[in-house]
């Protein structure tokens, strides 16, 4: 991987860029919060104690650390601490995520295994995690509770889950995009962009390293009993809703060690993530090894699919045009870096709902609103729902801008 520059000064034009660029350059922004508050659980979120006395570094050789960081086996405990300013995730994860108990019909189908709704459940709340990593083909993260325990098992092309609560297991082929025996595309239902270590973490936050960020070396920190140097991000944009990144990196091996996300508003973190206890030595083969307990119900993903799929055939068939997917290509973005937005259009071609217009029950609609704030301006009337980091503008054509971005912000790139 090539290392990156430190940021240059640039003005921000509030145009539209061309090409995959500029697409990439707004996901960053959302991705250092999607991938920290959705795929996390492959990576760390930790205590720091005490300030060591470390040679000094500059942000670009810190950088290059990372970058050439040989890890590629690690065990330990995680604490993820997520405050996105929304409601606890537990009871709907399984309803946002499509899976999970929280999805199974009358005839009990689903699986409260299914990884989509245990995953979700980290987007709120503080939670702590035991993984385990041995390379790109076995990873280990287990959700620890009081009296349960979720784990999620990749073991070469096989990735198993476990929910000990409920004795239930789903099981799928690991996504790699490759044919499995049966033929075809393996199809897991599981995320497939899941970090399997600390350092695919650490480059999803370095990707936004460009000329609209600042890059410095902070000092130094002792995370999990090792000693380490900070690395702090900034957005140089005004309108961006992030404040700064920090992230911990081991002095000896470039892993980081801790990533923390503050939001421009101030307060406490959005993301906290790190190692309460880290062991670098190659975790046992055993670690990977799962099998159905006695009497566990297990769920095949191939299976479950292709129910899905003839479920989303027959909606589509009644729906007709109301079903049709949405066009990525279309999605446009709008200025650059930090404080990009992304514009696209809802199918159908009309927004939400809105008080008086009969479409929704009053209680509904009344919870509805109660999520948003309306707002008016040269492109008519919308509903701005807000997070402390992203923030979206649904206008009532049906016209959707989100980012990481302030709600003037996105007033401002729907008047243009």
Do not use: C
């Amino acid at each position: 991987m090539a290392p990156y520059e430190p940021a240059q000064d640039t003005s921000d034009t509030g145009e539209p860029r061309a090409g995959r660029r500029k697409a990439a350059r707004y996901v960053v922004p959302v991705a250092v919060a999607g991938v920290a508050a959705a795929t996390i659980g492959l990576v760390p979120a930790l205590a720091t104690s005490g300030d060591p006395d470390l040679p000094d570094i500059t942000a670009q050789e810190l950088i290059e650390k990372v970058a050439s960081s040989k890890t590629q086996q690690l065990s330990g405990n995680v604490k993820i601490s997520t405050d996105l300013g929304l409601p606890s995730m537990d009871g709907m994860a399984g309803g946002l995520a499509g899976g999970g108990s929280a999805d199974r019909g009358e005839d009990g189908e689903g699986s409260a295994a299914d990884p989509k709704a245990k995953l979700m459940e980290l987007a709120s709340g503080t939670h702590t995690l035991r993984v385990a990593v041995d390379g790109p083909d076995k990873q280990k993260v287990s959700v620890l509770d009081d009296a349960a325990e979720y784990s999620l098992i990749h073991n070469g092309d096989e990735l198993w889950a476990y929910d000990s609560a409920s004795n239930e297991a789903y099981h799928a082929k690991a996504p790699d995009g490759g044919a499995h025996k049966g033929g075809g595309k393996r199809d897991s239902k599981v995320p497939e962009d899941l970090p399997s270590t600390p350092q695919d973490f650490a480059d999803q936050a370095l990707k936004a390293v460009d000329e609209t960020t600042s890059v410095e070396a902070d000092g130094t920190a002792q995370v999990a009993g090792r000693d380490a140097y900070r690395l702090v991000i900034k957005p140089k944009q005004s309108g961006s809703t992030v404040g700064q990144i920090t992230v911990a990196v081991d002095a000896e091996t470039g892993t980081p060690l801790k990533f923390t996300l503050t939001p421009a508003s101030g307060g406490a973190a959005v993301v906290d993530v790190g190692f309460t206890k880290v062991d670098f030595d190659k975790p046992s083969a055993s670690t990977f090894d799962f099998a159905p307990p006695k009497g566990a119900k297990v769920t095949e993903a191939d299976d479950e699919a292709e129910g899905r799929a003839a479920e989303d055939a027959e909606d589509k068939a009644k729906g007709g045009k109301e079903f049709e997917e949405q066009d990525l290509n279309d999605l446009k973005v709008i200025g650059e870096g930090w404080s990009s937005i992304a514009e696209l259009k809802l199918p159908g071609g009309q927004g939400l709902p809105t008080a008086g217009s009969g479409d929704v029950p009053p209680d509904a609609q009344k919870l509805l609103d109660s999520l948003g704030d309306r707002v008016d301006g040269k492109f008519g009337s919308g509903t701005v729902f807000s997070t402390r980091l992203i923030n979206a503008l649904v206008t009532d054509d049906g016209t959707v801008y989100v980012g990481a971005v302030t709600k003037d912000a996105l007033v401002k790139a729907a008047n243009r």
